[in-house]
């Protein structure tokens, strides 16, 4: 074992936790067993998750709220148990805050419809400004130039460093008086940055605009709590936390949700309808109109229990671990270069990289026939790319059962590719 991997041992019993997840076992191409670097883009799951799956629709498939018989009690008792679970996994001061919705994309898209659509003091138009950032996901700045376009308000947004960091020198001129909204992510889905959380929040505070935060890079890597964060909104995901595909959370200010309007609208938001008008129900159910992802909520009950049976912070040890090493092995590489922080300080477990002049696609491809998946493409975040002047990039991201091995399976990987081309 080479020095640098030595204080990587005993901060979480990856080989115990690796058991729990069935796809980890996995070989492809002639036996080569999988080398999983992929879980920025969805995590794996573990079995304990995948059973209260099975658990739910072999035992407890009824729909939720309405019926009076025992498998329906029983469906609304696991639905709402997940809210409880989830409002204690975050922090929330209120379960009521928890808003389930289809995945983070659409929490986020729920926030900048409730604001287009509100009442003073909250509701964006032409003569306010919505202010985000150049390293966002897609699902943080299209939302927000929707509601441009159709408002006329002004869209701001901050730039990045030479060094993959937020650029704060002019935050003065970005929020201003007329913003309204301040929505950002936690951690770089592409960058791996993890943002100045409180300069952003203190200065929108100055101005009175609301701040969003997208804490799908955080949510399953970290402590989050978001009384202490001091954000009005944080949306995040479930598959990227082991939970399943299918659900995401909005948290709420429960006093912003008692005041905004509905997005969506039908069967369980309502609380009285006639034929010429209708009144709402309270939040949560305000915003979870039809039928809820009951089953992908209860996975994502299952999948906060197992995250917290470990312990977040454990958790996040490990990664922060796991990404040290990566990054200094990764600069041994020849022509390799890291697009974000090169260093392990104040980023999170994703590292995107480019190799000399070979294409992140042919990367991606060769390194698949060696079993390891990594991520290749602009991440949902092209705007990144464009301000490094690249076509894409390869991205590596670990999780609570990476392992040392295997970022040296990696390096030992991109040495075969450098050779594949000569």
């Given at each position: 074992m080479t020095d640098a991997r030595q204080g990587l041992t005993g901060l979480l019993d990856t080989e115990a936790i690796r058991k729990d997840f069935p796809l980890l076992d996995r070989t492809v191409h002639d036996g080569k067993k999988?080398?999983?670097?992929?879980?920025?883009?969805?995590?794996?799951?573990p079995r304990q998750v995948l059973d209260a799956l099975n658990t739910y629709y072999e035992r407890h498939n009824a729909n939720v709220h309405r019926g009076v018989y025992t498998i329906a009690e029983e469906a609304t008792a696991l639905y709402e148990g997940a809210r409880d679970k989830v409002a204690a996994f975050i922090n929330a001061p209120s379960r009521d805050e928890v808003i389930f919705t289809k995945n983070a994309s659409e929490s986020l898209n729920l926030v900048a419809n409730m604001l287009g659509w509100a009442d003073e003091p909250y509701r964006v138009d032409r003569d306010t400004e919505i202010v985000t950032t150049e390293m966002e996901h897609h699902s943080n700045i299209v939302p927000w130039q929707l509601l441009a376009q159709r408002t006329g308000a002004k869209l701001k947004w901050f730039g990045i460093t030479d060094d993959g960091r937020l650029d704060l020198s002019n935050i003065d001129e970005i929020?201003?008086?007329?913003?309204?909204?301040?929505s950002f992510?936690?951690?770089?889905?592409?960058l791996g940055t993890v943002n100045p959380v409180e300069t952003i929040i203190r200065r929108a505070q100055q101005v009175?605009?609301?701040?969003?935060?997208?804490?799908?890079?955080?949510?399953?890597?970290?402590?989050?709590?978001?009384?202490?964060?001091?954000?009005?909104?944080?949306?995040?995901?479930?598959?990227?936390?082991?939970?399943?595909?299918?659900?995401?959370?909005l948290w709420g200010r429960q006093e912003l949700l008692e005041d905004l309007p509905p997005f969506l609208g039908g069967g369980e938001m309502i609380e009285t309808v006639s034929m010429h008008s209708s009144t709402y129900?309270?939040?949560?159910?305000?915003?979870?109109?039809?039928?809820?992802?009951?089953?992908?909520a209860v996975g994502l009950g299952a999948a906060v229990d197992y995250l917290s049976s470990i312990g977040m912070e454990k958790i996040h040890a490990h990664e922060k671990a796991i990404t040290e090493y990566a990054v200094k092995r990764l600069l041994e590489v020849p022509d390799l270069r890291i697009i974000g922080p090169a260093t392990a300080e104040n980023r999170g477990a994703t590292i995107s990289f480019t190799l000399g002049d070979i294409h992140p696609h042919d990367v991606g491809q060769v390194l698949d026939e060696l079993g390891i998946a990594v991520r290749v493409g602009h991440h949902c975040a092209r705007p990144v790319c464009l301000r490094y002047g690249i076509p894409a990039t390869t991205r590596a991201s670990f999780y609570l059962y990476s392992t040392p091995a295997e970022v040296d399976a990696l390096v030992d990987g991109l040495e075969h590719v450098r050779n594949f081309f000569g």
């Open positions: 999988i080398v999983y670097l992929d879980s920025a883009a969805t995590s794996q799951k929020i201003t008086e007329k913003t309204k909204i301040v992510t936690l951690v770089s889905n592409i009175g605009a609301l701040v969003c935060i997208d804490a799908s890079q955080a949510a399953p890597h970290m402590v989050l709590d978001v009384q202490a964060l001091q954000a009005d909104f944080v949306a995040f995901t479930g598959h990227k936390m082991v939970g399943p595909t299918g659900i995401g959370v129900a309270p939040a949560p159910h305000k915003f979870e109109a039809g039928t809820p992802p009951i089953a992908q």
